[in-house]
């Protein structure tokens, strides 16, 4: 082989009890390049990451980071990686300097890069002016990016980010996307996992959909998007109460079986391109919905998802930006199994 | 096993085998209690209540109970009621002190400090080790201050001897740490933590030779307070305190647990944390 991978993964099972968190699971991430395991919450992406963090033995299969096993070779492989996202955390009542430093020595890193990094990183993420400020008053942007930080510390060769923006707002998401897309830019290897299709799709090179504990797509956000086929006719309507009747009318232009509403919005599958559109446009008219936005697309992840699932993939994300611990999650995971 | 091979191209590494030294366990649990330090500075109303809460203890026993016990036979050789009761009443601290470890690894856990920890090359003993020693520190302050109150208040001890029995006092504390150390990392919170750790620790302060003596109590009760390792510890720093009493006996008994405590539950609480999932 003339790639040996930067992280591979093979088979990898693990159950908490009777619940499956993982059901076998192949990954592959060359050096140099962004993996996205995308997959509603309960997926098995924590369990994965925690596998290759090696903070979880798994139960068979096997998880290397480059070419070190992580059950057998654990030491070797924390000096090669850097965590963060929901499964790492900060130090709320340490400064943010302070966070860098404790991280920092327990690297073992000699004193001076310790200050030098921690300078270097604390400018990076734009947190200079809260350095010497208790992490507590931090609000949930920075906490992440301090969090990035941490991980970052001892220029890891492969980075573990799970979940980085959840329960962000969207500024802070943006601010962190735009971080995450510059270490990305230096050849930074790394694997992500969302819940966001649309983080998938900005950040990733190659995605790997996982669901129950399984793989059940893999390839460029484009492979993925090409096999669900082709555009779609989308409609928004105006009050979300249309939606239904706006359904109905797409199912007399296309294929009913595909037709899929959320919200405000209602697609199908152009069949034939631009004519569809022009179909949907006058059977919406007739029908006298009232539309904000009719549009011709390809298909986003989130059609992917659905095509491949039978459901959407974000169902269960908190509105009010709670992250879910791994305890409480394998119990979330727990309960919707039943 | 798999190991990188220098021959292959790409993504090959060599990192070496990291071996964790007595040195860097030593120096990485150093920095974990420089944390758990901090963390005390930087709370100082939980720092001026969690002070105020033993000196509040040797007032009030002094002052409540004082006087009708000093003149209780069992009291009577030490003089006064003082006396008897501050070189005890240090376990007492230490003991509720030790519980500290259970509720702030509990807490570490939920948050996903401990994720963080448990992910970098350092000592897997460091962060207990590092807890546990934070929780020494502080006793050891706790027990000044308390002197010092128990000074201004009539307490007369032996200074040599109130040094050895601070000691052992603060170094049973530590040993005791390590039993919250299992705890804290078996319960699914802190507040769990702390509930567990006041079942465990409540009994065993007020039926022991803390505040009067077990030979007042039920002789049930007796057998169980003269075998409680806190009447050893207790009885062990007020021979040393006052020079009343036989020093050997006591001091051997809270030696053998200390010994005892730190065998099992060092390594119980390492490997928890090793295993963790």
Redesign the interface.
Known sequence: ??????VLVEGLSKS?GDTVALAGIDLQI??GTVLGLLGPNGAGKTTAV?VL?????PDRG?A?V????VV??P??V????G?AG?????????TGR?NLR??G????MPERDVRSRSKALLERFELVDAANR?VRTYSGGMRRRLDLA?SLLNRP?VLFLDEPTTGLDPRSRADVWQMIRALVSEGTTLLLTTQYLEEADRLADRISVIDHGRVIAEGTADELKSSTGGQVVEVRVTHAADVDRAAAVLSSIGDADAVTTNDHVATVAAERGVASVAEAAEALRGAQVDVTDLALRRPTLDDVFLDITGRPAEETVSANGDRP???RRREQRRKARQ | MTTATAGTSGATDVVGTPRITLGTALSDAATITGRYLTHIVRQPRLLIFSTIQPVMFVLLFVFVFGGALTNSPAIQPYGSYKDFLLPGIFVQTVAFGATQTAIALAEDLNRGVIDRFRSLPMARSAVLLGRTTADLVRGFAVVLIMTVVGLMIGFRPQFLGLLGAIAIVVIFGFAMSWIYAVVGLSVPNSETAQAASFVVTFPLVFASAVFIPPSTMPSWLQVFAENNPITHVAEASRALATGIGGVAEPLLWSLAWIVGLLVVFVPLSVRRYRRMS
Do not use: C, S
């Open positions: 082989m003339a790639d040996k991978p930067a908490f060359r050096e925690r963090a090696t903070l979880l033995q096997r290397e480059f070419g070190y096993d057998q070779q030491a070797q924390r000096t090669l990686i965590l929901q499964n790492a955390a900060v130090d709320e009542l340490l302070q404790m991280v020595r327990l690297y073992h208790p941490a060769r611990g791994g305890r």
